[in-house]
């Protein structure tokens, strides 16, 4: 039995995600690097950064890696280096969580949901050399969310340096996501106190935070607590919500004052029919651009998520979607081809139909085509993806934007940088882009 384990965390990469693969410190290894028993040590390596080599692997009692549909097939190289080595191995992740089988050819373990709820158990088991083969965690009997050590990520320059979680759940159990089935349809929020613990412990507050909660104002009066204990700090931050953000005037007031700089919002599609095609009828009734107005008067930039590629549109939406997110003045419009993740529905639908055209993980990245769409080819498809974007990034289009209403220096500053970064990242996955 070893009395202290060498354990090393590993994100891996997949560089032709549209959003890039490391502007932000991913949350689960500083989440397990806190809930670490003092007597072990950790390290983390983010592939986006750093290589992994057998030379690294090899200096430790255990290897931790997370595995997303997109960097599925990095994960699994890992794993098999550390099975070539005989280093003991833990794959989790949403994509292991729902091919299991397929993970477990990878690796020693494969953990299935929150690994929060059962790390210790797998450093007691990785102590006596007796690793389980899977490792389940019911967040229905698991409602707390832990605090997070980011000093474990701060080898490496993010452009966002502080993270944080509040809540955690989603009820809507949209068609293209896997979100409720995996962290459950009931929210779960995280005490004010333990928040605001988590805050006084990063060392650089003046930088911009993420708070990665897929709908921060799940429930408005907590949501309100929440933005009202956080104004002291004075902080910088971005997050996400549901449209309905904006029916709540106190909320806004509140959110803004508490420095909330930007917000993503998933608007999926101007068009009714797809809305109701993928489960998205909360969305329906919105005036989208009565509610970027209102984000606006509170000095709050917006991203706007759009997904192509649905059974109902054609390649007239492209068109129509561009000339609305102009009009809007959607601050950073976010375009992405319908991507059928395991564990959604569209998935299953799809593969009952016989129109997936690959089952190359590395491909699934929000800008390749991997499917059969209905109305269009891959080759329109991914083309048309293209185009939105350079219609809306063009220098006219963000010139207008930019001068649409004054932000602020730092806010500014920070906007050059994002679109910067974007307008790269988009340039390097076009250029190599493959068609299926």
């Known amino acids: 039995m070893k009395n202290r384990l060498n354990i090393l965390l590993i994100e891996p990469r997949n560089e032709m995600t549209l959003t890039g693969g490391g502007a932000t410190p991913p949350l689960w290894p500083c989440v397990l690097s806190s809930l670490t028993p003092k007597e072990h ?78 790390w210790q158990n797998v450093l007691e088991d990785a102590r006596k050399d007796k690793l389980k083969e899977f490792y389940k965690c019911e967040h229905e009997k698991h409602h707390d969310i832990p605090a997070s050590d980011l000093s474990i990520t701060r080898k490496y320059k993010y452009n966002i340096k502080n993270i944080i979680e509040t809540v955690r759940g989603c009820p809507y159990n949209c068609s293209f996501c896997s979100a409720t089935i995996y962290n459950g349809k009931t929210y779960r929020y995280k005490p004010i106190e333990n928040i605001i613990n988590e805050i006084d412990s990063w060392t650089r507050k003046s930088s911009l935070a993420h708070f990665a909660d897929l709908n921060i104002a799940s429930n408005f009066d907590k949501a309100k607590e929440v933005f009202s204990a956080i104004a002291p700090y004075n902080l910088t931050w971005w997050g996400s919500a549901s449209v309905n953000v904006a029916d709540d005037d106190e909320l806004l007031r509140l959110m803004a004052k508490s420095g909330c700089s930007y917000l993503g919002i998933g608007m999926e599609s101007i068009s009714k029919d797809t809305l109701t095609e993928i489960n998205k009828g909360h969305n329906i009734n919105t005036d989208f651009k009565e509610m970027v107005r209102r984000l606006h008067d509170y000095n709050i930039d917006v991203y706007g998520f759009f997904i192509f590629g649905m059974d109902t549109d054609t390649i007239d939406d492209f068109k129509e979607t561009a000339e609305f997110v102009i009009e809007a003045g959607i601050d950073f419009p976010i375009f992405q081809i319908l991507t059928p993740y395991p564990g959604t529905r569209i998935y299953n639908t799809f593969k009952e139909q016989g129109r997936l055209l690959t089952q190359d993980w590395s491909k699934y990245t929000r800008s390749n085509v991997v499917y059969k769409p209905k109305n269009m080819t891959p080759r329109e498809l991914v083309e048309a993806v293209f185009w939105i974007y350079e219609e809306v990034y063009s220098k006219r289009n963000i010139i207008k934007r930019f001068f649409s209403r004054w932000r602020g220096v730092k806010r500014n500053i920070y906007n050059t940088i994002m679109i910067s970064h974007f307008a790269k990242q988009v340039k390097i996955i076009k250029r190599n882009n493959t068609i299926i």
Not at 77 to 92: F, S
């Open 41 to 118: 040590h950790v390290d983390f390596i983010h592939c986006s950064y750093e290589d992994v080599t057998e030379e690294k692997l090899s200096k430790y009692d255990l290897i931790g890696i997370s595995s997303r549909t997109d960097t599925a097939c990095h994960a699994y190289q890992i794993g098999d280096i550390c099975k070539k080595l005989k280093i003991p191995c833990v794959i989790g992740g949403i994509h292991a969580f729902f091919l299991q089988d397929e993970a477990k050819e990878h690796c020693d373990s494969v953990v299935l949901g929150e690994a929060e709820c059962l």
